[in-house]
């Protein structure tokens, strides 16, 4: 990277497991992309004690430890947001007023209302020329760059089916603890927000085409779990304190109607004993087919439906060609990528967006509308699993 | 098998895909499997010109051209319907009456109506030790026997998730023509009827418990076709004639509890581009989970829970051990089945139910049940994908 | 069937493991396939008490104690020899002197020179139009057929790899008791003959192309087993009398070249664990490649490497589709075979160049050109592994 | 990480292929790793305009024409090679006569004899605390090590089996340039050196055996191709001045024995049309049986012969759990690992050993015994394929 590319420096509210893979990505963005702008690890901010350690490990070179001090900052042009959804709202509009551009961490909030306020925050800021975009990393996986690109290529023709899942199984043990992924008021909701928004954004981002509406069950298999201690990731101890309501989802099922008259499904669970990050995706179209699981991420399966009968199936396309999307910065073919570099891709579209003066997708509005979704399927789901159209 | 045995004749009616398979069971049963009756392939009923040439083909002693004098002969002791559905439900209380045990091709009948009736009579015939069965032919796969067993073994713990499809292609082209399975007065139904059935049969088999309501959604993507001329298993021709409606469903999604507090999801379409018979049952539960694949019938997939997390994974069982179920009769190892294996499988155990005297499964109840399901299916599209309690 | 058709008597040698599957394709095949000839499943020879039943239980009409009776039979046209290979010469030569057609099962011979007799007996029975075949019944999976067609179409180009394994794991535990197939003055070889034997013609057969030479090593891991009782398929028991030497080889591997300049590896073993059957080919050539795990035995797997690499993989090609090899005899896409259906087809094309009067294939010279493979194989591994070339 | 760590300075001399991937380890490894030393990256070394700019992009400190300066400064404790092979020997030796701990890529030389002087400078600063270690990253796989440690751990029992190949394409079409890994004066080798050596090193190391001798054949397919101009990672185009000789081989076969006992198969190709970088294992051992393909880096299958044959499988572990090896520094489970992955464990380990005062592995020892076997391979493919032993 040139000296003479315009320095944006980063702020990055949270440092959780979120945090530390989108320090990652700002970390090595430079050494693979040819950047039209050279990011800076500016500012990490967080409330607790350990936050001046967490810094320096991940190589923050200053410390905030309240998000407003950071957002105030000069050398911030950009607000990182990788906290729980709860403060997205807050952060992410007081941030945007302040005239900085904003990544945010998925789901856009835990409410419809606090999405709104963010996508109108958004559109203002827009016109004055400060970006924003909503963290949904899976649209940067290789494989799933290139189904998007083969569907808008019309591979598939039109669309009949999509089938999508989003399996874990890290609450599988009633004794696993009540960690803030399980409560309403730090998580929103439960396998939907966190897990749900995830198929949802990803099936509208590849067949390019929205879900109309939606007929849903929820269900919480254990409903009272042992209070927490720390946590690290997605593992947590009981801190032995006693037991908490468990007050959101542990899965969701829902069934829906595509904009272009397909058929859906989707499915989050964190309750598919030996699904560990089976994020499934399988589209059928007149034309041809494909299928993604992120547990073999740099593998896109694709039938040609125009091929001859005997001779055509579905093949196994090792997405790591230099002419897939974003493979050419890495290594050779058949040397994979990892989870951690659908956050370098994002962080580098986001840049290149800053630079070149356009909004970067997904948007904040992107991000509403899969919140749209989520709130049709609670609605659903309460009542009687009657269809539900998804408005607005 | 020794000629001590008694022998019992067997009567087809309707030799097209489904007699022609059910006629390879009959005919290779008893070189396999040490059976307590000698069936006899007794006669063959049809209504063509061409019934003489199959019953040679396919190795049937005698033909008659009414089905009606099939059922009076007196060296038929059994009969096995293999006609569309909408004639089950005549032919099967008609010989039932006549003291003929029934071996019916599912789905059991055309609406629940038939089908209730099917079941009084076959409680009639049991009472006087004529029997009576569905066949569900997915049972008799090894894999989903033993996929069964495991379940029943308590080796899955509480279910959590049914995740099951039914997967075909074979429509996915708007030119092929309107085949008998397309028309709603002969079929009863689309893909809801002919392979939703089979996967709401296997995964109440399987589970061991029965769904107890149902949202769905149902959709027919081609809504006219050309005329048929000739069909040969699931291929035929336009007869160049015109056009007519489809008055079935393409496709039926839905999503249901299981009576012991899981969640379900199914899938029936044959508009899956590339998904030739993709019969695919994923189950997890709290102690371990299974999937299966029809398109690789000879193996199940097992995660055993309870192993530590670092050891553990989806293991492939190739269900071709001498322990697995009907394998023993067949190869080493290895040395796999095919589709028509199950439907060996299934009058096996069926002419042992006979020589036992006991009630073979599935059972006319069985497939009622089956029905009501579809019928709560239909009721849920057509009412706003309401939630419907599956009743009876 | 037309009764109008030439009936065909068969006499059958032998009924362990082989007996039963060429039992089975006899009984099926006339059921399946628009035979030219109909054949009649006459005599079942044997010297055991219990052929009688076991010509009960296979469908066999008539019984004789010694083959050379079955051989003199006038209702005998085609002699089936299923027995262990140390008889195969003096059978086939005798049956073909006699004036019957023969189908030997696989190896053709425990030893070239009686290899040698048996093709000279063939070529001067075919001068009389009496054929024979050896029962490479591998061949026959419709999706080695299928890959034989594509390289024969030129689908892959100029063969640069081919990497063959049959992979088994019977005899992986030391106390496996000294079964027929273990001692060599019985089975001629261990692996090497009994599956090293299937891949070598396999190999060939695909690749259209002869092995020129071979390095070879072969190795006994158990030395010494316990004497066997009963057996049945591959399983068996000891019989408690004490033990015995293994005197024939437990793996063979061995890498070679082709006559059309490609490098090829073998390996033949049954201390695979975990591996039931695992007849596997891989073919990589200039323009495409191929594999196939019989233990998938449906499926083919094609890279077409003329397809742009960003769009190029592995695809999996169920071989159920009705131009198929074999398959449209069969059922629909997606419904698979099993293992007995090779030899089925086996017999179609051996009765189908009966009545054309032209030679089947594989040939006894075909089956010499495996011998010849095998001996060189073993004079490597006795020689240092010093490079031997293939002759005659 | 603490700044009350030492740092160690380090000096790469290189900075293509290998040395993208090693900055990406030096520049992540103290995030997620807690390190007893923080490595600084501190000198690049090239002998081109355009290393500065290298540097910048990936994040040294510094910049020195020649490596000789480079191992002169007293800001380098740690030199790092990342050149082709024909250069190793003379900068490793230097560098530990230096007193700098050396880091050097694979194949650790181009001739053993390069090696053995290289063994023996390792030697020597071994005596005075200065450390060396061959860069086999593939080692540092998580599967790998998984893999090494469960046959260390007894699971698979006595070994019986060893299956290695590694399979790439990038040379399939003719007109591939004659880039630097296909001249033997830069390269050594072609394939054998290349990847062969990787799966010799993987074998060794996950068996914890050696091998004691083979029989081997290579070949070069393509012998003349265009001279080449710029390269990057593997691809390449022609320069348009004319062509050359390929001087090293395309593809390598052999087959030896193991220390154990158990007979082994190695391959190694750039001509497997459609694998782009299957580095695979399989092990089958007489308690159980391992089975691994680079291009699903993060899956491991396990087969446990122990348990029933009925319940026993494949099994796909992903290796993405907390106690898997590695893992616990990365992600939640199933969310996978990349290829430079690899490379940040190898200088974690690195690291780890310099600061406990111990030997990292794999030694220079490790990579001459690698060596010893490429040249035991060259010999036999020279000699009529002979059993040639590894000595030394």
Redesign the interface.
Known sequence: ???SRPALGVGMVGYA?MG??H??AW??V??FFDLPVTPVMAVLSGRSARTADAA????WAAVENDWKELIRREDVHIVDICTPGDSHAEIAVAALEAGKHVLCEKPLANTVAEAEAMVAAAGQAAARGVRSMVAFNYRRVPAVA?ARQMVADGRLGEI??V?A?Y????I?DPEFPLVWRLQKDKAGSGALGDIGSHIVDTAQFVTGQNLTGV???T?T?IRERPLAGDSA???AGADGTGRGEVTVDD?A?????LSG?G?A?F?A?R????????LRLEI??????LAFD??????LW??D?TL???????????V?????PYAAA????????????TFTHEVKDFLEALAAGTDPTPSFADGLRVQRVLRAVEE?AAN????TAITG
Request: proline share 3%; no cysteine; net charge neutral.
């Open positions: 990277m040139s000296s497991f530390r893979v320090s990652q970390r090595s430079g050494a320096a490990t991940l190589g290139l009949r089916h089938r899942q399996l874990q199984d890290w599988t007929s849903a069950l269900e298999f990731g997605l593992a899965a099922l829902f069934i829906g109607r008259g058929l499904s499915e669970t309750f598919a004993a030996g699904r560990k990050n089976a059928n179209g007149s034309l041809g087919s992120f547990e073999a991420m740099n593998e694709f039938h439906h001859p009968a005997g001779d055509a199936g579905f093949r196994r396309i090792l790591t060609e230099s002419d897939h890495w290594w050779p073919p058949g040397h994979g990528l990892g989870y951690e570099h659903s009687d699993s009657r269809w």
